[in-house]
């Protein structure tokens, strides 16, 4: 009795610093999951004369990606996106995240585009709203225009197998 | 690698005649030096951008201090330089000029970017924890202390001493108990 109550302090102690120890402190949850996705309007990255809509993508399931050419993590998921474009299973839209609009061509003529189109944000205001805080970001916005799942940090082939694959086939039954 | 200045130049100086007048015309040159900055110090105060009166400054400081910047998560957005920090603090003093209020402020940070950017997190029932855990680590360590205490005295009040203990006791502290520490 005398040791166990110590060593039962102390197993405590290690399963909640251990579980500490597997959360990451940097992906704070989203309050905007399960929220309608921020309507906004923006310039065409490649054609700044016509303006894209949230409204045009409605009735369809679509992953919203937001990248740079100044963001060094974009460049790790960037040929999972292309390699996802090719399947053409879920249209992917870009939001050009506070970038230079000729820099983002450049990134893009180099790596590849695999966006249906991309907008620019160039001022960040899009992306305040959506609640970005590190570049890059991928959401995954159902028929109905609602958020159901942000992915922080880049597109992993774990993530687009196990989760947002998926998630976008069982969107798309509904 | 350039080696150190030597450090004897200044002893090497001959003592002269020469030195009370560079220190007199040292002195002019300071002086005119500290009026230059002294007047530009005066003039910046005056050329402060006041793009907004002190009040309304001042609330969006108080606003940008309690909320945590998401980039460099242990910083307030008003201490942080991070670009999306920046970006937040141009929102707050944005919407202190629409006209809105600090709740209101608050809320469309919140409403973005969840509790997490609050440093004073709300009390609900996944932060009930958090705000009463404190309390109860208190209670429970007073428990702990007021119940050890009550078995110390229920010890001593138990244990007297027998009449041959209390007379060696007795013994020893009259000094006479050399034959024990041997």
């Known amino acids: ?174 | 690698m350039t080696s150190p200045p030597p450090m004897r130049l200044l002893q090497d100086q001959p003592l002269t005649g020469v030195r009370p007048q560079i220190n007199a015309s040292l002195k002019v040159v300071a002086s005119i030096v500290l009026l230059i900055v002294s007047l530009s110090l005066a003039w910046a105060g005056e050329a402060v951008p006041t793009d907004q009166d002190p009040v309304r400054a001042q609330r969006a400081v108080r606003l940008a201090e309690q909320l945590r910047c998401l980039v460099c998560q242990n910083q307030t957005i008003a201490d942080s330089n991070a670009p999306l920090a920046v970006d937040l603090r141009t929102q707050i003093r944005e919407q202190i000029t629409e006209g809105r209020t600090d709740g209101e402020i608050v809320q469309y940070m919140v409403q973005r970017y969840g509790d997490f950017v609050l440093y004073r997190p709300p009390f609900k029932a996944t932060t009930a924890l958090l705000w009463l855990g404190p309390a109860l680590l208190l209670l429970i360590g007073a428990a702990v202390l007021a119940r050890n205490l009550a078995v110390r005295r229920r010890r001593q009040a138990a244990a007297p001493l027998t009449d041959a203990e209390s007379a060696r006791a007795r013994a020893l502290l009259a000094g006479d108990g050399k034959k024990d520490r041997a």
Not at chain 1, 4 to 11: G, H, I, M, N, S
Not at chain 1, 143 to 170: A, C, F, M, N
């Open chain 1, 1 to 174: 009795m005398r040791y166990l109550v110590p060593l039962a302090v102390f197993v405590l102690l290690v399963a909640l610093l251990a579980v500490g120890l597997t959360l990451n402190p940097r992906e704070v949850p989203s309050p905007l999951i399960d929220r309608p996705a921020p309507a906004f309007n923006l310039p065409q990255l490649h054609k700044p004369d016509l303006a894209f809509s949230t409204k045009d993508m409605q009735g369809q399931v679509w992953l919203l990606n937001v990248w740079a050419s100044w963001c060094a993590a974009c460049r790790d998921e960037h040929p999972l996106l292309v390699e996802l474009a090719k399947q053409r299973t879920v249209p992917v839209i870009g939001l050009n995240y506070k970038d230079q609009p000729d820099a983002g061509k450049a990134w893009l003529k180099q790596f590849g585009d695999p966006y249906v189109l991309s907008v620019a944000d160039a001022a960040g205001r899009v992306g305040i709203d959506y609640g970005v805080y590190g570049v890059p970001e991928t959401f995954v916005i159902d028929r109905q225009g609602v958020i159901r799942y942000k992915q922080i940090g880049p597109v992993t082939v774990r993530s687009l197998d196990e989760k947002i694959l998926p998630l976008v086939r069982t969107l798309q039954k509904q």
